[in-house]
């Protein structure tokens, strides 16, 4: 399964998935339908709650790449149930249907300690995650993200644009990560499902 496969790093992992002989079938919920392909199943979301008793939620394995800006969400309530709640509530239901691993794209800086409150969801998240007891997790924390993306987002592109220039002076766990790096792992992760909890820092994506 993968959550948030009409963003930058979940495209690319849904791109990556179907072309992937280790890969018999691709569950992509989404709110607007995606291109047919024979491998995929794309099931149609509204607003309302995730269906809790459909058969899709039968997979192996999730990756987890449902992201949002403060300034899309509209306010913070709004933001906390796109970056936590959903993920949360998929990974919830994705167990009890029997997934055995989990793979999330976080951030560099998650902390559910953190006085950032972009910082503290996505700390919660991984809290909340652990706390439900997948056989594999991986936790996947970029910094800037590297690629092009469909939907504006002009602070990050600001950023993308400064650490180019300024990418042979930056500490390792701040230079730019390649979007398609991100999807790499996280797909192999999620294939290779190996045991116990596994984060990947910015530095270790590239």
Known sequence: MVLGSTGLVGGLVLTKALADDRVARVVAPTRKPLPPHERLLNPMLDARPLPERADWWSVDTVVCALGTTMAK????????????????????????????????????????????????????????????????????????????????????????????????????????????RIAHHLLEAAIGARPGVHVLPSEALN
Not at 108 to 118: E, H, I
Not at 125 to 141: H, M
């Open 73 to 180: 969400a509209g306010s913070r309530p709004a933001f906390y149930r796109v970056d936590h709640d959903l993920p949360l509530r998929a990974a919830e239901l994705a167990l009890a249907h029997g997934a055995q691993a989990f793979a999330l794209n976080s951030a560099l800086g998650a902390d559910p300690a953190s006085r950032v409150f972009y910082s503290r969801t996505k700390g919660e998240l991984e809290r909340d995650l652990l706390a439900l007891g997948y056989l594999s997790l991986t936790i996947v924390r970029p910094g800037l993200i590297g690629g092009e993306r469909q939907e504006s987002r002009p602070a990050e592109q600001l950023g993308v644009m400064l650490s180019r220039w300024l990418h042979p002076l930056l500490p390792p766990r701040y230079r730019l990560v390649p979007a398609e």
